[in-house]
Nanobody, 115 residues
Framework: QVQLVESGGGLVQAGGSLRLSCAAS????????MGWFRQAPGKEREFVAD???????HYANSVKGRITISRDNAKNTVDLQMNSLKPEDTAVYYC?????????WGQGTQVTVSS
């Protein structure tokens, strides 16, 4: 098990940037695949981006070119740099960890993009 705590959410105008961070507990962080998901009001949770234990990254088509995921195994953190934000990016963003499926989740951080 790994405990996850997200930070960095907030209110930003369209076109602006935010950097989300997820801090993980435990000494086996480097073995986990790490992901970011989001859930907008009235919608199901959706995949945003992830980074495998080996550093491979994957992005949802809706965020490609605007969002970058990175990890620091020395600090047990995974970050999500979000640029050119759009109102449709408004959601609660969740950090997740897993070695197969994602079975460890943070509490989420709210991102609101105003038009």
């Amino acid at each position: 098990q790994v405990q996850l705590v997200e930070s960095g959410g907030g209110l930003v105008q369209a076109g602006g940037s935010l950097r989300l961070s997820c801090a993980a507990s435990g000494r086996t962080f480097s073995k986990y695949n790490m992901g970011w998901f989001r859930q907008a009001p009235g919608k199901e949770r959706e995949f945003v981006a992830d980074i495998t234990w080996s550093g491979s990254t994957h992005y949802a088509n809706s965020v490609k070119g605007r969002i970058t995921i990175s990890r620091d195994n020395a600090k047990n953190t995974v970050d999500l740099q979000m640029n050119s934000l759009k109102p449709e990016d408004t959601a609660v963003y969740y950090c997740a960890a897993g070695t197969g499926s994602y079975n460890n989740w943070g509490q989420g951080t709210q991102v609101t993009v105003s038009s």
